[in-house]
């Protein structure tokens, strides 16, 4: 998340202000920050209460909190324009798996292949009795569920570069 070069920060000691693109609610559109009125309805709406207020006061998912399940309910109630209904094939973000992943370092752990309901994650075992995630990103919805459950925080997300055509 990017953070806000003020004072504030500075006495938090949050000094370095990051480049990662904030993950906007499923909708969002391209202008969305200039759209939307910070009235909290999407958030509100949300059945699985993952859209949160960022401390800029705009609304961003947050899959610590659970998975998205593309239900809309987020774009249904945004009076704004800066959610709109689409489909999860449009959603930009995508899971990635980094080396603090529990099975990597070999403690058996497949807490998020157990939630991945497109089963895009997959593990192959390795000597030493580790294992190695394996993201089949043709499958990732990046639902963020895999997230939620992973005990070792080792899920992140990136927007994805090119759609295939």
Known sequence: MTVELNRRNFLRGKLKQSDAPR????????????LCSQCGECSSACP??????????????DFTRGGCTFCNACTDVCETGALLPAPSEDWPWQAEIGSSCFSLNGIACRACEDACEPRAISFRLMTGGRSSPILDTDQCTGCGECSATCPASAITFATIKEKAA
Not at 23 to 34: D, V
């Open 23 to 34: 993950m906007y609610p499923p909708g969002a559109q391209p202008n969305f920050e200039r």
């Open 48 to 61: 699985e209460a993952i859209i949160i207020r960022h401390e800029t006061g705009l609304p961003v998912v």
